[in-house]
């Protein structure tokens, strides 16, 4: 396995678990994270506090189906159930 799938895994195993430190150790100062309709996130600082939202409900529950790397690029399927504390 190569570097870039070993550390997309270790990213989803420390954001389902909450693990702040660890998840912002996985990810590159320039992160982008985008829900198309939902949000866009750019940088740590604006991820960090994605990782542990007020609005849910304990940790969520990521499921992955399938992981592929080839060359610099991991694609994960698979998705994340949550609960949000309004229901």
Known sequence: MHNNKKTV???MIAFEKGDRLKVLS??????VWII???FHLEGKKEF????????????????VTRITEEND?????GFVRTQKKSG
Do not use: H
């Open 73 to 77: 690029v991991v694609i994960a399927e």
């Open 48 to 63: 960090e506090g994605e990782i542990r939202n007020d609005a849910f409900q304990g940790d969520p529950a990521i499921t």
């Open 26 to 31: 996985c990810l590159a100062d320039n992160v």
């Open 36 to 38: 198309p309709g939902v």
């Open 9 to 11: 895994e270790a990213y």
